[in-house]
């Protein structure tokens, strides 16, 4: 049983103002296994306090002392790998497997990409007799999600610390364990006092208090487009840049010339991972109408090797993060049925074999049409939805007929014909053929929120420009 019952302000483990816990729940096993502290109003104001006050020595340090300073951070991390990867299963339910060769790495690739980065930045440019300049934006509110709980809090650290900025941090109250670890981490490493801050708490009491702070700059928030409205509303009195990775239901047009046995096949994986729990998961998948029947075969067929169970025993997916999430899933997945979409596998219930844990049954729906709501709505679960098209163009247009913009997929042979599609997807990223780049900027279109993470454009977001004019005159001779 863990408890996390203090907050990490201005270098010190400190008691919350009001003694009031919060349980966890370990979605494998529907029971507590932990409790934290409900942060306050009073306790922001600490925080914020405490990081104003660094931020006066910490956005002088040189690039010099801020690289150590990533690379002290970056050894403290590598030390607690195996404790990261385990608090990452109890919280949120991740497989073990998907914990240690996911979850945890992408803390050592933001580190390792941020220092990358740091070393030739330009924080400083001359244009003609200007000095452009960039600066930190000062202290910097982070809510972080419990889909992925480290890497989110790791990329939005990572950068805030690079420019010289100071930090309030309030993790998932779902997920909140691996940001305890994380906390302990930076504060091994030595970040100086104030510089990093963390609180525990509920969205509408520690994040809404974040959002709306006088003494906070810029919001990174991380979560669903409803929850990141509020937050926007919330900051909007204080004109404080706001940046949102919000929610996503991505399309994955297969080309009439791709190989459909892999194309497919990764399409689903790509749903299923992480219990569907990724806010870029392919989740409509778009073939030629001729394709269909030979579509949803091959997907049923992934899908129902998709093994469902507990995350420790070595299976491809475990539960999805709380009951309200899996009776949504439950819901989404009846309204699929009732609306006329062709059930191939999967379908509402546990799955067999499972007791207690909020597990969800791989699931794959064919002849799916855009206006279905299956189609419309981030389901966040191991469901996918397969739309048919007439043509290229048509493909387009329904992928693009979505409120959403965060990431879009493309399978196909020639590279004429993709490069023209990518050119017409609103989305933030595209991936071909199954392309990644973790170190590529992260971010959304539309609905899906705005700003980028990740590498030297997440930098900017923590950064303002100031112009500095004459800079580069000869003196006015007397």
């Keep these: ?32 296994c932990g409790y934290i502290s409900a942060g306050s109003i009073v306790d922001v104001n600490r925080a914020v306090t405490a990081a104003k006050r660094a931020f006066v020595t910490f956005s002088r340090t040189s690039r010099e002392e801020r690289i150590e300073l990533l690379q002290r951070v970056l050894a403290e991390f590598r030390k607690r790998l195996g404790h990261f990867g385990k608090a990452v299963t109890e919280e949120m339910g991740s497989p073990a497997s998907l914990a240690d060769e996911a979850h945890v790495p992408s803390g050592i690739l933001y580190l390792n990409a941020g220092i990358e980065d740091l070393k030739t930045f330009k924080f400083e440019e001359d244009r003609g007799t200007t000095r452009i300049v960039k600066e930190p934006i000062g202290v910097c509110g982070m809510i972080t999600p419990w889909n992925w709980p480290i890497s989110q809090l790791v990329c939005k650290v990572v950068p805030a610390l ?3 900025c100071t930090m309030v941090v309030k993790p998932s109250e779902q997920a909140p364990f691996s940001a305890y670890i994380w906390a302990e981490v930076m504060d091994a490493a030595g970040v100086p006092a104030g510089v990093f801050n963390m609180i525990n708490g509920l969205g509408p009491e520690v994040g809404a208090a974040i959002a709306s702070h006088p003494g906070i700059d810029m919001v990174s928030f991380t979560g669903s487009t409803r929850a990141g409205i509020e937050v926007a509303r919330a900051a909007a009195a204080t004109i404080k840049r706001v940046t949102q990775e919000l929610g996503g239901k991505s399309p994955n047009i297969i080309l009439e010339d791709a190989d459909f046995e892999t194309a497919v096949s990764h399409g689903v994986r790509s749903v299923m991972s992480n219990s569907g729990q990724s806010c870029n998961a392919p989740t409509r998948m778009l073939v030629p109408t001729t394709r269909m029947e030979e579509a949803a075969a091959i997907a049923k067929r992934v899908a129902e090797v998709t093994t469902v169970g507990d995350p420790n025993d070595g299976v491809s997916i475990g539960p999805v993060v709380n009951r309200s999430q899996w009776e949504k899933i439950q819901r989404l997945i009846q309204v699929g049925v009732d609306e006329g979409a062709t059930l191939v596998t999967g379908g509402v219930g546990r799955p067999v074999g499972t007791g207690k844990g909020f597990y969800v049954k791989p699931t794959v729906f064919a002849n799916v049409k855009n206006h279905m709501t299956i189609a419309r709505e981030e389901i966040f679960g191991p469901v996918l939805s397969i739309l048919s098209y007439e ?10 007929d979505t409120e ?14 993709i490069r023209v599609v990518a050119s017409q997807l609103r989305a933030g990223q595209v991936s071909i053929n199954g392309g990644g780049d973790a170190t590529a900027p992260f971010g959304g279109y539309k609905l899906s929120g705005n700003g980028r993470e990740v590498g030297e454009y997440g930098f900017h977001e923590y950064l303002e420009i100031k112009a500095v004019l004459g800079y580069g005159s000869k003196p006015t001779a007397k």
């Design 391 to 400: 043509n290229i163009d048509q493909a387009v247009e329904i992928a693009n």
């Design 162 to 164: 690079a420019t010289g």
């Design 1 to 32: 049983m863990r408890k996390y019952l203090k907050f990490y302000i201005d270098g010190h483990w400190v008691p919350p103002e009001t003694p009031k816990q919060i349980s966890v729940i370990n979605p494998a096993s529907e029971e507590v």
């Design 404 to 417: 959403y913009g965060l990431a879009a997929y493309i399978s196909g042979s020639d590279t004429k014909t």
